[in-house]
């Protein structure tokens, strides 16, 4: 093997030919903007967002071979407002040679709002093409201003067939992947591993190598041991995060068990903090089944309490039992609709005063002051004709 095995397979195998790169037919395909602004060495600035492993670093190594810019890469990690000046300033000797500069940030989500206003003015002059990678929602992550000077590409999670052909690309190549090493792996393990990469190119080769290292007949046990938990996606702070409890918080709502089940078990799978999840559910309890099923707060504070004892993979069952049961209780959203009525008159109205006859009169000077003057006793009086609302909100229902 000619190039050096210290570099990452996912690494050493990234393509720089448009011809190689696998998938995101609507991005990158024939008949596609980018492609034709890529093959004419025309891009514009702009932001591709995508879960890991879907081409953005790779789509961007590809622009490094194909133009005739001078290319630039800083990490959004690592780098800060003095890189960008010396990138502007690299930028702007270029210019007086006619030579365009394309700026890749690699991780752009990870620069702050002032790093982000730095770098603004130069893309809006064109001093220098952005090219921005990120994982994050741009609409939440990137400052406006630059996505508005910006075209934004979005990446989807990969085919299994396109993993497939990377993978089998990785096994065939015999100066920058695995074919020196004799490796023996069926088909039916390759399409396994390619299925369980959930759309990431770069889990599936670094998975790929990692079993290689073990042994040179990979079986699904051998993926499995390499594994372990490590290609679940799940960022809990994230977009992916809020994403994933709302599949879940609605899929009870619609009274599909089975999806939120499925939900539940990515989150937890995925390494969620079961309490968060019980908070949730005891939320839920009230707002979506409310007086429908009062019993359901009772069994969501019960599963709380179990999951604060327990932990996980414990009251995983605990949560899945609630889980179930939210999704196929009857649903009354009565409660939620009549507290947001009250708090609306509360906002309209300010601190309106309490009815005398039911304020509390604790002295004597507020006995003399008509505190709690009038009040009937319910258990003991007929008190149909209280007053309990203050007078400008006389008559109101909030339910």
Known sequence: MSMDARIPLADRMRP???????????????????????????????????????????????????????????????????????????????????????????????????????????????????????????????????????????????????????????????????????????DEVLAHLAKIANGDARMALNTLEAAADQSTVITADVLRKVLQKSHLYYDKTGEEHYNIISALHKSMRGGDANASLYWLARMLEGGEDPLYVARRLVRFASEDVGLADNFALVLANATFDACHKLGMPECSVHLAQLVIYLAHAKKSVSAYLAYGKAKKDVETYGNLPVPLPIRNAPTKLMEKLGYGKGYKYTPLEDSSDQEYLPKELRDRKYI
């Open 16 to 186: 720089r030919k448009l011809e190689d790169f696998y998938g995101q037919e609507s991005v990158i395909g024939a008949e596609s903007f980018l492609r034709k602004a890529i093959s004419s060495d025309t891009i514009p600035s702009m932001i591709l967002w995508g879960p890991p492993g879907t081409g953005k670093t790779t789509l961007a190594s590809i622009i490094a071979h194909e133009t005739k810019a001078d290319f630039v890469t800083l990490s959004g990690v690592a780098s800060g407002k003095q890189d960008l000046r010396e990138v502007i300033e690299r930028a702007d000797q270029n210019r007086i040679f006619a030579k365009r500069t394309i700026l890749f940030i690699d991780e752009i989500h990870r620069w702050n709002k002032a790093q982000q206003d730095a770098l603004l003015p130069h893309v809006e002059h064109g001093t220098v093409t952005l090219i921005g990678a990120t994982t994050e929602n741009p609409s939440f992550e990137v400052i406006s201003a630059l996505i508005s000077r910006s075209r934004v590409f979005v990446l989807n999670k990969l085919e299994s067939d396109d993993i497939e052909k990377i993978l089998r690309r990785a096994l065939a190549d015999g100066e920058k992947g695995l074919a020196s090493r004799g490796l023996q792996m069926g």
